[in-house]
């Protein structure tokens, strides 16, 4: 089993929709997640950071951290045209050295 | 604008070429990274650097070389690739190296190994 597995996509929406991103993992150490969007032919750029388990919300996005379950997710609302990117989330373990792990990444297209 | 910043941005060699990636980070940082993005696969690090010493090096075949001259500055020199190695090669900087330091990247530079 992958430590991070994410749901491969890609994923079309209309505009307006509300967009629920997924990954779950297998390493129940992972205390930070986080999410990071990438345009295409750019590098990717933090969106958002959650430690432990809980919600977070920022403007039209949300993250949600459920520890048990091993799951995060990444809420859209009121989806638009400049959403469209790849979505990575990414997570890391409390200690010294400890580096992010990434799941592959989904590409979401908003359609106007 | 990010405060990583890589160069070039787009690279075409040949598989007996050598050539550099720069990356310069503004931001302060003692940590600093590579990593290769390639086409359906997560994100792969490559190597670690902290505080200018190298603290890992994932398993990353001799022709790809760093080296991190000071905690600004890391490059990644490139010899004799193959075919398969086409990719992006992100650089990335974090405050430090341990848990939960965000980490930020650069735009990326696009290498096509012809």
């Known amino acids: 089993q992958k430590e991070v597995e994410q749901d491969p996509g890609p994923l079309s929406v209309p505009e307006g929709a509300i967009v629920s991103l997924n990954c779950t993992y297998s390493?129940?150490?992972?205390?930070?997640f986080m999410w990071y969007r990438q345009y295409s032919r750019k590098g990717p750029e933090l969106l958002m950071y959650?430690?432990?388990?809980g919600n977070k919300e920022d403007g039209r996005f949300t993250a949600q951290v459920d520890k048990s379950s091993k799951y995060i997710s990444l809420f859209i609302r009121d989806s638009q045209p400049s959403d469209s990117a790849t979505y990575l989330c990414?997570?890391?373990?409390?200690?010294?050295?400890?580096?992010?792990?990434f799941g592959k990444g989904i590409t979401l297209s908003v359609r106007p | 604008e990010t405060g990583v910043t890589q160069t070039p941005r787009h690279l075409v060699m040949g598989m007996t070429n050598k050539k550099s990636l720069k990356c310069e980070q503004h931001?302060?940082?003692?940590?600093m990274y590579w990593y290769k993005q390639s086409a359906k696969k997560p994100l792969e690090l490559m190597f670690v650097?902290?505080?200018?010493?190298?603290?890992e090096n994932n398993s990353v075949p001799s022709r790809f070389s760093p080296e991190c001259p000071n905690s600004s500055h890391l490059f990644l020199h490139l010899h004799t690739l193959q075919p398969e190695d086409s990719a992006l090669y992100l650089c990335?900087?974090?405050?430090?190296?341990?848990?939960?330091?965000?980490?930020?990247f650069g735009e990326g530079s696009w290498l096509t190994v012809v």
């Open positions: 959650t430690y432990s388990s």
């Open positions: 650097y902290s505080l200018e010493e190298r603290v």
């Open positions: 990335a900087s974090s405050q430090e190296l341990n848990s939960g330091n965000t980490i930020y």
């Open positions: 931001l302060g940082h003692n940590a």
């Open positions: 990414a997570m890391s373990y409390t200690g010294a050295n400890s580096k992010l792990t």
């Open positions: 390493n129940s150490a992972f205390q930070y």
